[in-house]
Each structure stands twice: as C-alpha cells, then as structure tokens.
C-alpha cells in the first residue's frame, strides 16, 4: 500500500522554527517529484514548495523564499521541509504529495498541486 505520512506539526510563536518530515511507505521516492501544500481554513490548497526526484531543482511560493527549505534524503524514502521565521500566516494544515518525475515540471506540480499521492497532513499552528 502506497503510503505518505507527514510529521513535525505543532503549535509555535511567531518567529520559531518546524521542521516537518513526509516519509513514503510502499514505493521509493527515488522516481517521484514530492511537493508540500497547505491549507487553511477557508481557503484553497495551495503549493508551498516542490523538489525534483534526484533533488537538483526546488520551487518555492514567494511568501516563503528565504525562510522555508525543502530538501529530501531518498536513503530514508524521506523529504523535510525546514521552516523558520515562522508568521501567523503560515498556520495551516500542511500536506506532502507525489507524482511521477515524469509527469510535469515542479514548478507545474506547485502551481496546479499535481499529484498522484497525498498525505493525511499535519496542523501547524503560529501563534503567541
């Protein structure tokens, strides 16, 4: 069974850090592109940030350049997302997904959140 789990949510004040982990069960990430969404609460799911199968391209949503990091360890069949300087806008619950790394291009994966395989997601909250 093809499985994506999503770990390292909580609740943290403005300005701290997270680091959330997406590790897949059933399937290797080796062929896939892995994406990190959320979603808040009355609004669309949106494409945080995406990395290429072998880990040489990255896209990122330009609220979060410069404070988010996406990086993948396919050894550990596991891909983190680094987030610090945390804002209240970033409260969400966020999701981890795959697709194909022959699918589409990440920025594509990102910006239409194409996927093939979503998580269950977990609650960040930012908040004092």
């Known amino acids: 069974q093809l499985q994506l789990v999503e770990s390292g949510g909580g609740l943290v004040q403005p300005g701290g850090s997270l680091r959330l982990s997406c590790k897949a069960s059933g399937f290797t990430l080796d062929y896939f592109a892995i994406g990190w969404f959320r979603q808040a609460p009355g609004k669309e799911r949106e494409g945080v940030s995406c990395?290429?199968?072998?880990?040489?391209?990255?896209d990122y949503r330009n609220s979060v350049k410069g404070r988010f990091t996406i990086s993948r360890d396919n050894a550990k069949n596991t891909v983190y997302l680094q987030m610090n300087s945390l804002k209240p806008e970033d409260t969400a619950v966020y999701y981890c997904?795959?697709?194909?790394?022959?699918?589409?291009?990440?920025?594509?994966?990102?910006?239409?959140?194409?996927?093939?395989?979503w998580g269950q997601g977990t609650q960040v909250t930012v908040s004092s």
């Open positions: 997904a795959a697709v194909s790394a022959w699918a589409t291009p990440i920025q594509r994966m990102c910006s239409e959140r194409v996927a093939s395989h």
């Open positions: 990395i290429s199968n072998s880990g040489d391209s990255t």
